[in-house]
């Protein structure tokens, strides 16, 4: 990442802005106003003002640094990275010349495979994939969340939508850098209303050997790119020889069991939630106006 670039607050991109009670702030993005009203702490208003365009990020770092010195360096500069990060996807924040955030988009995970968070722009790759959901080989691991395989809700109409509005966050799996070398998929439905900061995997398309990488990216990447606060990613598991699959792999990349669901309304069947915190979520929380 490039610390030598500087972030610009820019009010433009901004339809409504409110200073509330003990230092929070209260906006809605131009861009994105599906988002509708964003709630932004002490601290991310901190940052947000020192984006004046005269610092750059280092400066920024540094000068937040000296505002919490009792607080571990690093854990500092991740929080602030991954605030300005989702700033930049609501465009609230840019920057005067290049996007340091850019290249969160794609990660090499090792052996071959490359994560992807995906954008708009890859909408076909998207549709491709869920076209060759049912051609997938008994080498794949194929997870629905909903209790019927519904086409519908990934309908190339509803599948728009949700990349616009940010209902859900789309990741990419590829058998190298390139986008049209794609073997997985995996969505992820974000908390929209109230104060839940649980995000949820919805659907999830990979080799049986490449679940815990991927996933593992998922779960990575989340937190930085949301355009909403999250501080875990939670599955729900039945005893479908498909989910139990899934389990191993999520298990053994660090989740958790949290819960049992008995006799869960629309499936008739207990479902085990389980979860995976993230380290640490950037002080960025979304509320529903």
């Known amino acids: ?8 607050y820019s009010p433009e991109n901004v339809i409504h802005f409110r200073e509330e009670r003990e230092g929070y702030v209260s906006l809605v993005s131009r861009a994105h106003p599906e988002a509708r009203e964003i709630i932004l702490n002490r601290t991310t208003n901190q940052i947000m003002k020192l984006c004046d365009g005269t610092l750059t990020l280092e400066e920024v770092l540094t000068r937040m640094e000296q505002f919490y010195p009792n607080v571990p360096r690093e854990r500092i500069r991740k929080d602030v990275a991954g605030t300005l990060g989702s700033l930049t996807h609501l465009g609230v924040v840019t920057w005067e010349f290049a ?39 008994n080498d794949s691991v194929l997870f629905h969340q909903s209790a019927q395989m519904v086409d519908q809700d990934y ?3 509803i599948v728009r939508s949700k990349l616009f509005n940010y209902s859900e966050e789309f990741f990419l ?22 104060n839940s900061t649980a995000a949820q995997l919805s659907r999830l398309m990979s080799p049986r050997d490449q679940v815990g990488r991927f996933l593992g990216y998922v779960v990575e990447r ?9 501080t875990k990613l939670k ?23 949290e819960g ?9 069947v207990d479902l085990r939630v389980l979860s995976s915190l ?5 002080p960025l929380a979304g509320k529903a106006g």
């Open 1 to 8: 990442m490039n610390t030598a670039e500087k972030p610009i």
């Open 99 to 137: 996007n340091p955030f850019e290249n969160r988009w794609q990660a090499d995970l090792g052996d071959g495979f490359w994560g992807h968070v995906a954008q708009e722009s890859d909408f076909r790759v998207i549709m491709d994939l869920l076209g060759r959901w049912s051609d997938q080989s």
């Open 155 to 157: 309908a190339e109409v």
């Open 173 to 194: 799996l590829t058998s190298g850098p390139d986008l049209d070398r794609a073997v997985g998929l995996a969505t992820v439905s974000v908390p929209m209303l109230g």
């Open 222 to 230: 989340l937190p930085i790119v949301g355009a909403r606060r999250m």
């Open 235 to 257: 599955c729900l598991i039945s005893d479908k020889p498909s989910d139990l699959d899934m389990e191993k792999s999520i298990l053994a990349i660090g989740f958790e069991q």
């Open 260 to 268: 049992v669901l008995k006799s869960e309304v629309g499936r008739g």
């Open 278 to 282: 993230f380290e640490c979520s950037p």
